[in-house]
Structures are given as C-alpha cells and as structure tokens.
C-alpha cells in the first residue's frame, strides 16, 4: 500500500508571469484565476482526498479551499508549502529583475546562491520533503492528501523524487492549477503524473 500525494499550483491572479509576487500579501486569485479554481475542483473530485493543506498565501488558500469545499473538508495551512522568500526581490517585474546580477546567478545556479532573504532552493527542498515524509507516515495506507503551494516549491519535491538535482529546476514546466502526483510507499517514492493541467 502507498500514500497518494497531490501537489497543486494555485491557480492564476491577475499577474502572473509579469512580476514576481514571492510573499506578497494582498496577491489573491482573479475571475479567471478563480474560474480555473473552480475546474480544478472539478477535477479533483474524482478522486480521494482525505486532508488537504495550503501554503499560507492568499491565492493558494482561494485554490485549496475550492478543491476542499467540495468535501466538506478543513484546510490546514503549512508553511512548509510557503513560496520561496524572495525578499527584496518580491513584487518586482521580471524585466527589472533581469538587470540584477544576483537574480541572473540565482537562475543559473540555485544550489550555489540565496535569495535577498536568504533562502536557497536546497532550503526549500527540504522543508516541503520533510513534510511530504511526516504526511506520509502519518495517514493510513491508500490516503490521499492534496498540497497546495507555488511553482518552485513543487519543482523542489519533484527533483528530490527524480534524484535530480536542484539546477534541474527548469527543465519541466509547474503550471497554475496544474496537479503533480506522487505516491510514497515503504518501496520510496515515484511521480506518476507532472504538470496536469486541465482544460
């Protein structure tokens, strides 16, 4: 028997893709960020689901509490699934990060570099692994939990999973409202869907 784990981008705000929200408050989801909430819910009700957690940001609250709601389930915030803390660089758009050395070195090589706020994909890597393994030990056999984060701090699980290391980072894609699937068992672990995104 196996532990079912679904990790869930949030779906899309207003912005997404033209500035870098990081830990940003106030940055909720859209008519179409809530729309896609809303099919992603959907989707999600074909299967098992026996708890679901959040990061503590607002647009991946909106999302888990859709995907909850159709279960009459409580969310359970983590922040463990927080985004990355960008520090100094959230909020910024990406053309203006782009002029920033730094922003440039930690896209080139994030096992080497940290964020203005200190953080590094590797801390991130093991904060979302250690609470995938403590979920995993702590349902029964066949449950299933659903994990709703941000695109980096999936991509951080997934690489741990593959035994990738973490420059792998962009050599797949982690869209909104898109569902990463993993399943754990005493065997290890493996992905057996990646960036499921539906229609």
């Known amino acids: 028997m196996s532990t079912t784990i679904f990790l869930v981008r949030h779906a899309a705000h207003d912005n997404v ?8 408050t ?4 859209g008519a179409d960020g809530r729309a896609q909430a809303r099919r ?16 503590p940001r607002e647009r991946t609250r909106e999302t888990a509490e859709a995907i909850a709601g159709t279960r009459g389930l409580a969310v359970t915030v983590d922040d463990a699934l927080d985004e990355v803390d960008f ?32 953080e590094s994909m590797l801390d991130v890597e093991v904060r979302v692994t250690r609470l995938i393994e403590a979920l995993a030990a702590r349902h ?9 984060s ?26 909104p409202a898109s569902i990463t699937t993993l399943v754990i068992g005493e065997w290890g672990a493996k992905v057996v869907t990646l960036n499921e995104v539906t229609p």
Do not use: Q
């Not at 106030?26 to 989801?29: E, K, S, T, Y």
């Open 17 to 24: 893709g033209g500035y870098l929200a990081g830990r940003m």
């Open 26 to 29: 106030g940055v909720r989801l």
């Open 40 to 55: 992603l819910a959907e989707r999600m009700g074909r299967e098992r689901i026996d708890a679901v957690h959040s990061s």
């Open 87 to 118: 520090g100094a660089w959230s909020g910024n758009d990406f053309e203006t990060l782009e002029r920033d050395p730094s922003w440039r070195r930690w896209n080139s090589a994030r096992s080497l570099c940290r964020t203005p706020a200190g």
């Open 140 to 148: 029964d056999e066949g449950s299933s939990v659903v994990l709703v």
């Open 150 to 175: 941000h695109a980096d701090v999936i991509k951080a699980a997934v690489c741990h999973v593959l035994g990738l290391g973490i420059d792998a980072w962009p050599r797949f894609d982690v869209a």
